[in-house]
């Protein structure tokens, strides 16, 4: 029977100093509760039930954007973890299955951790819960346990010396038998130095009532919590060594791996070769063999095996180079398929186009794309020479093998194999360049 997911993602992130909910900021252009999300993906998921509070109709949007199937529950009055969980039990009615309790600010539970979880799960425990052993503990609440039995889970407030020596912490993340889980939610009180239902009760108050509970383990990193943005920052570089580590283990070569900066989606296959301060944003997917020269910056394109792109260049979205295609130093190119073989060598930008298999394209190009209301493309045929500095104004046509020559406007289609000069008549005027030049100088008082 499928698993139900409840994300916790109500909480206000006041250390955030932000306007915007906590759990939207990113991590690796992701949010950070699509991140926790994400985690459950090893799982039969069924329904997945989101609990807002701070900025709800923002974090509800973009969790339908996410996956439109999942339904919001409102966390009005912030009484808790538990009362929490509570008001996605509606949403619940009747799902069955067992049902695991995410947040959404803490973005790197693993798949395999949640599975280990179902799997104790499966193995008899009506509770399990996730733990870790922290380094410093601090105030995180702690698991008291009799060898591998959970006796009861106490908050920093609540717990007496003994239990705060405790290294063995709660990570929140807890998974049992839907109905059962808010059968003991309901039972919840608040008896607490918080005032506060917590979810972390429902261990004691299910064994008072026979049942059993058991801890799962985990690394301590894979329960970092985001309330700051240093913990943002945290989180980024957690999940930077984790890809750079991945890419490498992979076959990808990382001239400097520490100043390559991932999506949470970046493909890149092996033999690869990354230079130094490369950023792939999200969309971006390299084949095997490619070379991404340093500087350079990455966003929803497509990189083919054997291509080379940079040093400083900037492919933007819908941007697609194919094999052994050369995009070279200050080249900007968006929204554009640049063919096998073909060169942009440097200094141009290429946005709305066509190029075609073999075709160069000379410093100083610019496909002039926009008329200040709507876009235009550009095609450019297969071996097609375009000059230095030309503008090609579009919607325009350069055909197979035709040739434009330096400096030109281009307004009109090229047929294949002509070549096109669209230049303003050159006049020179004898000894004005010297006169001119004395002139300035005079006005402004200074002398050759």
């Known amino acids: 029977m499928a698993t139900q997911l409840v994300l916790l993602a109500a909480g206000q992130g006041k250390r955030m100093k932000s306007d915007r909910p906590k759990v939207l900021h990113a991590v690796a252009g992701r949010a950070l509760f699509a991140h926790a999300l994400a985690s459950a993906e090893g799982l039969d998921v069924g329904r997945k039930v989101v ?18 199937e999942i339904v919001t529950a409102h966390q009005a009055d912030r009484l808790g973890t538990g009362h929490a969980v509570a008001q996605a039990r509606a949403a619940l009615e009747g799902a069955g299955g067992d049902t695991v309790v995410l947040y959404g600010d803490t973005p790197f539970i693993r798949p395999e951790t949640l599975a280990a979880m179902a799997e104790r799960r499966g193995a008899g425990a009506d509770i399990v819960v996730l733990g870790f052993h922290a380094a410093d503990p601090g105030r995180y609440g702690r698991l008291v346990t009799d060898g591998d039995t959970l006796l009861r889970i106490v ?28 059968e003991l939610v309901a039972a919840l009180g608040n008896d607490n130095a918080a005032g506060e239902y917590y979810l972390t009760d429902i261990v004691e108050i299910g064994r008072d009532r026979g049942l059993t509970a058991a801890v799962v383990t985990c690394a301590e990193e894979e329960t970092l919590g985001v309330n700051s943005r240093a913990d943002l920052a945290a989180a980024e570089a957690v999940f930077q060594a984790r890809a750079r580590a991945a890419a490498m283990e992979n076959g990808v070569t990382l001239d400097a791996p520490e100043t390559v900066h991932f999506s949470h989606d970046t493909e890149i296959g092996r033999d690869c070769v990354v230079e130094p301060n490369v950023v792939f944003a999200p969309g971006v997917t390299v084949e095997p063999g490619a070379r991404i020269r340093a500087f350079s910056h990455l966003e929803g394109a497509h990189v083919s095996a054997g291509a080379v792109v ?60 926009y008329d200040g209301v709507s876009k235009h493309r550009t095609a450019i045929g297969e071996a ?33 194999g002509d070549l096109a000069i669209a230049r303003g008549e050159q006049i020179n005027k004898q000894g004005y360049g010297r006169r001119l030049m004395d002139m300035l100088r005079a006005r402004a008082g200074k002398g050759k």
């Open 384 to 416: 097609a020479f375009i000059g230095s500095n030309t503008m090609l104004v579009a919607p325009v046509t350069v055909g197979a093998e035709a040739v434009t020559a330096s400096g030109s406007v281009v307004v009109r289609d090229v047929p294949d």
């Open 155 to 182: 908050e920093f407030n609540d717990a007496t010396l003994e239990e705060r020596a405790l290294t063995l912490c709660n990570s929140g993340v807890v998974m049992a038998a839907t109905e059962r889980l808010f």
């Open 310 to 369: 940079g040093p400083y260049a900037r492919l933007r979205p819908g941007t697609r180079v194919s094999e052994g295609a050369r995009v070279g130093n200050f080249v900007e190119v968006k929204n554009a398929e640049i063919g096998e073989g073909a060169k942009l060598p440097h200094l141009s930008y290429i946005g709305d186009a066509t190029v075609g298999a073999r075709a160069n394209i000379g410093a100083g190009t610019i496909t002039c794309n």
């Open 51 to 68: 609990v807002v509070g701070n900025g709800a109709e923002d974090v509800a949007a973009a969790a339908r954007a996410v996956d439109p």
